[in-house]
């Protein structure tokens, strides 16, 4: 017992370490953003494009997510199989929405000639907006494969420390989502 | 439809001139004979079994070092050809091959440029250092294996696969990324460099960069977490200690190569402008994003090298190493002053007098602990018993050569200076002298040290430091032309240059130079086959046969797969010599008897992994949809099998190890 525990926290650091590699992934393209975001080349500025209501909307439902989540971690350790998964459904919509509106917004930019293609300003926001969205995705993915890991072989350690680092994983993406929201969205509006 | 199934490939981009022939030519039949010798031994169920699909670090690490002089001497094919191209192409005289000066056409010369530095940085000496790294470090720190068997395994897969991509263009595609080793934009975008020589180059990072970076993770775990019970930070080798200084730059700095690189691709692949010199793009950008890596990775190189050289000279001297907190601090200040320094690499961007002088003094200042190091080493060899074994000798080369090339640097590190120096071939010679001196060497002294450990044999002395000599007299003939060169104004990557310059003399010099440095490692190569027909003259049966410091020579040689018998106990430095001090001996029987070990089993799934990566590459570079997702799928579902197993470790009783340990001490 006192093995696993040890190889849990193990596994626990490790993925702490990893995350501090994500950091620096959104750190350099937090700065990219930063360079870049007036070179709109004669395009769509940033207060053309952005709509508060929309990316509030986002926050909202990713800070949800990020609570759901926590609750999802209350009811594993609390050794609840059925509440966990509950818990993991909500974050899934969640998520699920969440990804959905983004993508909404992005066709809606597109469709208006706002392409990553316009300007160097609109490649650093797909990129940075999209990087972020795709991590949501793969989360999406981890929910469905820690679900039915669930469903298999119930709370075992090992399933235990998978969704510890999940929840550290999906707090994480909401922090860089805090982040997107100001100095994207409302820095760009300013 | 033919654009579905094909992407971009056509039939003109299979082989068809004389260096894409013959690299193919030299791949396939390079294959079909390890082939046929695996198969006429009947090995392929030994070499899937015991190495391929191994998580055992001692052979993870034997397989890195193999793959990294496999390409130690791909890189130095390049390298030949290069300086004999320089060596020939003064003035107007018609070329050979079909080219208009040299044999070489400008192209073709500038791919082998960026291919020589590339595979040397990322393939060869990356790769010996994981190499080492993963045969050395959990000995030091009394683990039986790294924190993470498995991303270890996948780590060198990755690795491998991108050491293939990367010469991949000679059987699909004929180019390679004419644009240098870090391929800077606007040359690098889809405009100046249409073909898919960029994109091969993006690839073949990504998927080794991937590979560091997961090796990067595996290692400060471990080194954080996995040390036996008393040993203290300060009381770790100074090699695991360097090798963890190491591992936070790869950690702290790959991701900057990563995304920088994918952002190009992006301008590529998408149409994005990041680095565009329209739409708003801006070049230079990537230049600053680029040696935010590019500074911290040299570092990368040369620090495990340091703490190498600090294991040789303490042992060889017969005394423990001297200021050995002073050591700790330095490198960790070298660690952390990388990071402050990158804007020496384009003092001419036009940042303004300040910024410059900011980061040439702190370049500056990067001196003063590397400096202490040398110092340090100066001093533990001073009333020494000192025995110049050949690990000794490269250690001596490394010191001369490395405080050369050092204040060569510092003397760059003047932006005035550097405005005339930038981008000639004193440049090419500084990082030369500097990598050479401190990765190289370091790689070649630590490898002789170790080998015994590793084989259970130690390698043959005199045919040893003849490689040594030969090394270093052909390394002063092929740079220190450059330095002068550098001063007469010849730039870098030169494909050919007027007569009148009279630079042809000292180009035939350094291409002299090239062969003496190919006989060299002919001659290591020669003194491995000799060393193994003579292995039984050679035997270490004590498991320790330098009288060294450090827990790894507290086990047989070679050593068992599962490192200690007995995890040793430890309660200050030099834990070995101390435990020789008390008058304990390794290979008895504790009193306690031995305990049952649990160790990693193996998994084929880190090479179905790569494989997958491998194939996306692929199908990213020729735009063949299908193949990427294909390979994108295949490698998420690797990942997913892969976390439903929790069936990785078996047990291999006391009894069993008590029979091992009888077997490797009877010799
Ligand atoms: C004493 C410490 C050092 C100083 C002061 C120093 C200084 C410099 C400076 C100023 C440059 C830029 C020159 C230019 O582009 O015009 C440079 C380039 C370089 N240095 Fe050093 N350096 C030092 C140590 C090292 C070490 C230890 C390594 C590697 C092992 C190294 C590898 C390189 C490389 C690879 C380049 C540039 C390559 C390129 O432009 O493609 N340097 N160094
Ligand atoms: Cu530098």
């Not at chain 2, 299979?14 to 390890?34: D, E, K, M």
């Not at chain 2, 703490?307 to 423990?320: D, P």
């Not at chain 2, 494909?495 to 090239?514: E, K, N």
């Not at chain 2, 070990?597 to 996306?616: H, P």
Request: proline share 4%; with cysteine; net charge neutral.
């Amino acid at each position: 017992m006192e093995k696993i525990m040890e190889k849990n926290d193990t596994h626990a650091f490790g993925f702490w370490v990893y995350l501090m590699t994500d950091i620096i992934i959104f750190g350099v393209l937090f700065a990219v953003y930063m360079v870049l975001r007036a070179n709109t080349f004669g395009g769509p500025t940033s207060n053309d494009l952005f709509s508060l209501p929309t990316a509030l909307v986002n926050t909202l439902v990713l800070l949800t997510s990020s609570f759901t989540c926590g609750l999802m971690t209350l009811a594993a350790r609390k050794g609840k199989v059925n509440q966990t998964i509950a818990w993991l459904i909500a974050t899934f919509a969640l998520g699920a929405t969440f990804l959905a509106l983004e993508l909404g917004e992005f066709s809606r930019f597109i469709a208006i000639g706002a392409s990553w293609q316009r300007s160097a300003f609109l490649s650093s926001f797909f990129t940075l907006v999209g990087t972020h969205g795709l991590h949501i995705a793969v989360g999406l993915l981890w929910i469905i494969v820690a679900i039915v890991q669930l469903k298999l072989r119930g709370l075992t350690p090992g399933v235990t420390s998978k969704l510890t680092r999940f929840a550290l994983f999906w707090h994480f993406l909401d922090i860089v989502w805090i982040f997107i929201f100001t100095t994207v969205y409302l820095m760009g509006m300013l | 439809m033919e654009h579905f199934f094909l992407g971009d490939l056509t039939w003109s981009d299979l082989p068809h001139q004389w260096f894409t022939i013959g690299g193919t030519g030299a791949i396939i039949v390079g294959g079909i004979i390890v082939a046929a010798v695996i198969t006429y031994f009947k090995r392929w169920t030994w070499l899937w079994k015991e190495w391929l699909t191994s998580t055992d670090p001692k052979k993870i690490g034997i397989m890195y070092i193999v793959m990294a002089s496999l390409m130690l001497f791909r890189g130095g094919l390049d390298a030949i050809m290069i300086w004999i191209q320089q060596a020939i192409s003064a003035g107007n005289a018609p070329g050979y091959l079909g080219a208009a000066h040299g044999y070489l056409d400008a192209s073709h010369f500038q791919q082998i440029f960026t291919a020589h530095g590339d595979i040397m940085v990322f393939f060869v000496t990356m790769g010996f250092f994981f190499g080492i790294m993963n045969l050395i470090v959990p000995l030091q720190i009394g683990a039986r294996d790294l924190a993470f068997p498995f991303l270890n395994s996948l780590g060198f897969w990755l690795y491998v696969a991108g050491a293939v991509f990367i010469n991949m263009f000679f059987v699909v595609g004929g180019e390679f990324a004419a644009s240098g080793w870090l391929s800077l934009p606007p040359l690098s975008e889809i405009q100046f460099s249409p073909g898919t020589g960029v994109d091969y180059w993006v690839w073949s990072l990504q998927i080794s960069g991937l590979g560091s970076l997961l090796g990067g993770i595996n290692f400060i775990v471990t080194i954080l977490k996995m040390r036996v019970k008393g040993m203290k930070l300060m009381m770790m080798p100074l090699f695991t200690w360097t090798s963890l200084c190491s591992m936070v730059l790869v950690v702290a700095s790959f991701p900057v190569l990563t995304i920088t690189t994918l952002l190009l691709w992006f301008d590529r692949f998408f149409g994005m402008h990041f680095f565009t010199s329209g739409f708003g793009g801006n070049p230079m950008l990537y230049v600053n994003l680029i040696w935010m890596w590019g500074h911290p990775e040299v570092y990368i190189l040369v620090i495990p090298a340091f703490g190498i050289f600090s294991e040789i000279v303490a042992t060889f001297s017969g005394k423990k190493i001297f200021g050995y907190v002073s050591m700790v601090c330095s490198a960790i200040a070298i660690t952390l002053l990388s990071f402050l320094v990158w804007l020496h690499h384009f003092f001419t961007m036009g940042a303004g007098a300040d910024v410059d002088a900011f980061f040439g003094i702190m370049t500056g200042i990067i001196a003063i602990p590397t400096a202490a190091q040398i110092f340090n080493w100066i001093a533990t060899m001073f009333r020494g018993r000192i025995r110049f074994t050949t690990p000794m000798m490269y250690f001596m080369g490394f010191v001369s050569l490395f405080t050369f090339g050092g204040m060569a640097g510092v003397l760059l590190s003047i932006p005035g200076a550097d405005f005339e120096l930038h981008n000639s071939l004193f440049l090419v010679a500084h990082f030369h002298t500097m990598i050479v001196s401190a990765a190289l060497f370091g790689i070649f002294a630590g490898i002789t040290y170790w080998f015994p450990k590793v084989f259970g044999f130690t390698l043959n002395e005199k045919i040893g430091r003849r490689a040594f000599w030969l090394w270093i007299v052909g390394f002063f003939m092929s740079f220190v032309p450059l330095y002068i060169l550098g001063f007469l104004g010849a730039t870098r990557r030169l494909d050919h240059y007027a007569a009148s310059t009279g630079w042809q003399p000292f180009f035939i010099i350094a291409a002299t130079g090239v062969c003496i440095i190919a006989a060299a490692v002919i001659t290591q190569a020669w003194q491995v086959i000799v060393s193994i027909r003579d292995r039984r003259q050679n035997t270490d049966t004590t498991g320790d046969p330098w009288d060294g410091h450090t827990l790894e020579w507290a086990t047989a040689s070679p050593v068992p797969f599962y490192n200690f018998a007995k995890t040793p106990v430890v309660d200050g430095r030099d834990a070995f010599w101390e435990m020789k001090k008390r008058g304990e001996r390794p290979g008895i029987l504790p009193p306690d008897g031995y305990d049952d070990i649990t160790l990693s089993k193996n998994t084929g799934m880190a090479i179905y992994l790569s494989g997958f990566v491998f194939l996306a590459a692929f199908g990213l570079v020729w735009h063949i949809i299908w193949l990427a997702l294909l390979g994108i799928f295949g490698a998420i579902a690797c990942v997913i099998i892969r976390s439903f197993d929790e069936d990785t470790e078996y047990v291999l009783p006391a009894a069993e190890v008590e029979r091992l340990e009888k077997l490797a001490w009877k010799k």
